[in-house]
């Protein structure tokens, strides 16, 4: 095999850990011998053993002289596991073929540069933007303490997201709305308004057997979930999070709702208010306090504003369906007032175009977000 064909299965490794390793990266490692793979292993769950460690215990012979090919660089700390960089001297590793530069203060290049002391040949950067890719939201929780927050819509050709009368099953295709469900499975929360919660009453779980359930968010000022929505009644089966302004918890009448939710399994937070909402950048902060590290927005035109408004949107999905509604008062991605001079806008790079049977994907980064 080929040298990049190792790394290739390395991130094919690391794939297999998406949804379980939050808020702690994706990260695949192969052991090579004689041109062989002895071992591989990856970053199965949080808190659990690390890649190299894995593929260290995974080897059907001796790894003594070995090259380690792993997408992120190796640990030296002590954190949930011991050093990795421990392992790999221990084992005698001859080489070691990093792909990312891991940013964790605690690392970031202390690994390789451990490694190097202990006489290991350590070549790094190798297919480094492959093995980046698997982990932007790692890249920006780890080095800035809060969410990496995705923005994703489904719009008709001519940019609306229902009828006139409000009317939005379907927009998108049946493959389209399953890849939804495998980025539902993907990201750590998942946030809607509760515009979206009173008009389609929806789950905002992932169904796809045996994926990770994101923390359902939803931004409600003023406590108007009913108590008979699918979410609150599903709420202890799989996690709910409402947010409300500190002055609805200040009101008598909120108190008793907030009480109601909580023994329903709902947890509820009370923020500082922004003009009149919970504060979305507080929002952001007290989730990553809470470890939550990415959030998929999936939210109506009112809350799509909000966080574009707060500048905390760092990707976005745009799901494009052939369809095309018309209606100036039929609904579109962004509602609110939007900006006044084309200047303003968010710079968005395209990233990625996918074709989902008769729907189209555009994936972009925001720039300087
Ligand atoms: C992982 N899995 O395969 C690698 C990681 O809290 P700990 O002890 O699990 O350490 C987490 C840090 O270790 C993480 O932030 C990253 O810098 C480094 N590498 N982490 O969870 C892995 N290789
Ligand atoms: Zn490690």
Not at 40 to 68: F, M, Q, S, V
Not at 329 to 346: F, H, M, N, Y
Request: with cysteine; hydrophobic share 40%.
């Amino acid at each position: 095999m080929a040298e990049e064909q190792f790394m290739k299965r390395a991130i094919e490794l690391a794939k297999q850990g998406v949804g379980w390793t939050a808020p702690n990266p994706l990260v695949g490692a192969v052991v090579v011998k004689n041109g062989r793979v002895i071992g591989e292993g990856y970053h199965r769950k949080y808190g659990e053993l690390h890649a190299e460690r894995n593929a260290l215990a995974a080897c059907t012979e001796d790894p003594a002289g070995a090259t380690l090919y792993v997408t992120l660089e190796p640990c030296c700390h002590y954190g949930k596991t011991p050093p990795c960089t421990e392992i790999i001297i221990e084992k005698k590793i001859a080489k070691v073929v990093i792909g990312s530069r891991d940013p964790n203060p605690k690392v970031a290049g202390k690994g390789a540069r451990i490694l190097r002391e202990h006489g290991i040949n350590v070549v790094e950067d190798y297919m480094r933007e492959a093995c980046d890719a698997l982990n932007p939201v790692f890249f920006h929780y780890i080095t800035t303490k809060t969410p990496y927050v995705v923005l994703k819509f489904a719009m008709t050709l001519d940019g609306k997201i229902a009828t006139r009368t409000g009317a939005s099953k379907w927009i998108t295709g049946e493959a389209a709305r399953n890849h939804v469900h495998q980025l539902r499975g993907r990201y750590a929360g998942i946030l809607a308004g509760i515009g979206t919660v009173l008009a389609d009453d929806p789950m905002l779980n992932c169904r796809i057997d045996g994926a990770h359930q994101p923390l359902r968010i939803i931004l409600d000022s003023h406590l108007r979930i009913p108590m008979g929505s699918r979410l609150v009644r599903s709420a202890k089966e799989y996690p709910l999070l409402i947010v409300c302004n500190e002055s609805t918890r200040d009101r008598e009448e909120g108190t008793n709702r907030i009480q109601k939710l909580e023994e329903a399994g709902a947890k509820v937070w009370t923020l500082p208010e922004k003009n009149g909402h919970p504060d979305l950048n507080v929002l952001m902060q007290r989730l990553g306090e809470e470890k939550i590290d990415s959030v998929l927005i999936e939210g109506g035109g009112t809350v799509n504003e909000a966080v574009l408004k707060a500048h905390i949107v760092h990707h976005v999905y745009a799901y494009i369906a052939p369809k095309i509604f018309g209606g100036e008062d039929a609904k579109t991605p962004v509602e609110g007032s939007g900006i006044r001079l084309p200047q303003e806008c968010a710079k968005l790079r395209l990233a990625k175009i996918t074709v989902l049977l008769n729907d189209m994907l555009l994936e972009y980064d925001v720039e300087g977000e």
